[in-house]
């Protein structure tokens, strides 16, 4: 069974970093590419960045470009987020979810909530 | 970026009736890659359909989903209880991906 957990979220003051880990389980991480999308509570979905399976290629939305960096370690069956000079309008709950191998997202995890507020 | 605007924002049926929904991007979507998600209060999005028309496994066959180029729509052919939430459409071709403002679903 497919599993994907995240953690490392809560409160953090604008300007502030957090990093957001991924623990996946229940298929062979390094065969998939994997993404986070972020989610408003009470609003629509937003991509936010993904990462090839070998963590060769990156991309990221425009809103997080320059402040977000993703990866991964395939010997640890991880993904990662590092979120930097955060700022209200980032708080949201982050999924960690899978890439099938043709590219659309085909698992979530539950989410982490991130709040950043002074 | 490919910006996805779904209509109607607000679809109010009931329980046996046809719902359309629909997805119009800003660009032509590469090679089909549509996706369409459901996602009930509380819980993460749920894959329904992916290449803009393969249903993924375990849908039922009342959904279904047809498109291309810049429409795409999905289609609930007999509306079921268990089936209103809010839907996605999200285009995986180029990056960065990007997802419709949503389509809720509510009984009437």
């Known amino acids: 069974e497919v599993q994907l957990v995240e953690s490392g979220g809560g409160v953090v003051r604008p300007g502030g970093s957090l990093r957001l880990t991924c623990a996946a389980s229940?298929?062979?991480?390094?065969?998939?590419?994997m993404s986070w999308v972020r989610q408003v509570p009470g609003k629509g979905l937003e991509w936010v960045s993904g990462?090839?399976?070998?963590?060769?290629?990156?991309s990221y939305a425009d809103s997080v470009r320059g402040r977000f960096t993703i990866s991964r370690d395939n010997s640890d069956n991880s993904l990662y987020l590092q979120m930097n000079s955060l700022r209200a309008e980032d708080t949201a709950l982050y999924y960690c979810?899978?890439?099938?191998?043709?590219?659309?997202?085909?698992?979530w995890g539950q989410g982490s909530l991130v709040t950043v507020s002074s | 970026e490919i910006v996805l605007t779904q209509s109607p924002g607000t679809l109010s049926l009931s329980p046996g009736e046809r719902a359309t929904l629909s997805c119009r991007a800003s660009q032509s979507v590469s090679s089909r890659f549509l996706a369409w998600y459901q996602q009930k209060p509380g819980q993460a999005p749920r894959l329904l359909m992916y290449g803009a028309s393969t249903r993924a496994t375990g849908i039922p066959d009342r959904f279904s989903g047809s498109g291309s180029g810049t429409d795409f729509t999905l289609t609930i052919s007999r509306l079921e209880p268990e089936d209103f939430a809010v839907f996605y459409c999200?285009?995986?071709?180029?990056?960065?991906?990007?997802f419709g403002q949503g389509t809720k679903l509510e009984i009437k």
């Open positions: 229940g298929f062979v991480f390094g065969d998939h590419g």
């Open positions: 990462i090839s399976w070998n963590g060769g290629s990156t």
């Open positions: 999200h285009q995986y071709g180029t990056s960065p991906y990007t």
């Open positions: 979810a899978r890439e099938d191998l043709n590219y659309f997202v085909d698992y």
